[in-house]
């Protein structure tokens, strides 16, 4: 049974520390995205590619989030320096594009991030 | 620009009640619809779709059906469970694009 995992699934650091978020999309699919969900703003798209190529991180703070996706297995987001604001759950998913219509997003289960 | 609109939660109901939450859509070209359902502690997953006009979606007894002359999809379910309390999410994806837009949500809770 195929499904996007994600690690790790809770993470607990300071203010000013480093996070790196990793997320395995589903064998064979081409486009990845990245969201988070907080009760405040709901679901909000930070960051998509498509073959490994980024389309849209217009959603991403750039000063301090970057998304990479070094090969077809792995994509991960970073936050640098971390701040309490970007508290929240960071859901990966992925799906493939070309399907001609309808294209299903399959989501991890999220990693949830406290910045204290 | 393209945007979902949905019911504001939470919806409380009693088991075996039926249940709508309306969805509502603005969105240039011919979109696909869907419904995404997040279980607490869980991403979400699909619940189903709808691609063209008049086009009706079904699972696990939920049902909606795509009305392009009202711009709707609203989501029903005849007889509710208590295993059906989750988030649900309206969502559409415009043509040629593989960026979703996603509704707000809405919060079920069903009471035995």
């Known amino acids: 049974d195929a499904r996007v995992t994600q690690t790790p699934r809770h993470k607990v650091t300071e203010m000013g520390q480093e996070v790196t978020m990793r997320c395995q999309p589903i064998l064979g699919h081409n486009t990845v995205f990245w969201y988070r969900q907080t009760m405040m703003q709901g679901l909000e798209l930070l960051a998509y590619f498509r073959n490994r190529a980024p389309l849209d991180d217009s959603g991403m703070p750039k000063d301090r989030f970057s998304a990479e996706m070094p090969d077809a297995t792995l994509a991960t987001l970073k936050i640098q320096p971390s701040e309490p604001r970007d508290s929240a759950v960071y859901f990966c998913a992925s799906g493939l594009a070309g399907q001609g219509g309808g294209n299903e997003q399959f989501f991890g289960p999220g990693t949830r991030l406290t910045v204290l | ?112």
């Not at chain 2, 079904?58 to 509710?80: M, Q």
Request: aromatic share 14%.
């Open chain 2, 1 to 112: 620009g393209d945007s979902v609109t949905q019911m504001e939660g939470p919806v409380t109901l009693s088991e075996e009640a039926f249940l709508t939450i309306n969805c509502t859509y603005t969105a240039t070209g011919y979109p696909s619809l869907f419904w995404y359902v997040q279980y607490p502690g869980e991403g979400l997953q699909l619940l189903l779709k709808a691609t063209k006009a008049d086009d009706k979606g079904s699972n696990k007894g939920f049902e909606a059906t795509y009305r392009k002359e009202t711009t709707s999809f609203h989501l029903e379910k005849g007889s509710v469970q208590v295993s059906d309390s989750a988030v649900y999410f309206c969502a559409l994806l415009t043509s040629g694009t593989y960026k979703y837009i996603f509704g707000t949500g809405t919060r079920l809770k069903v009471l035995a």
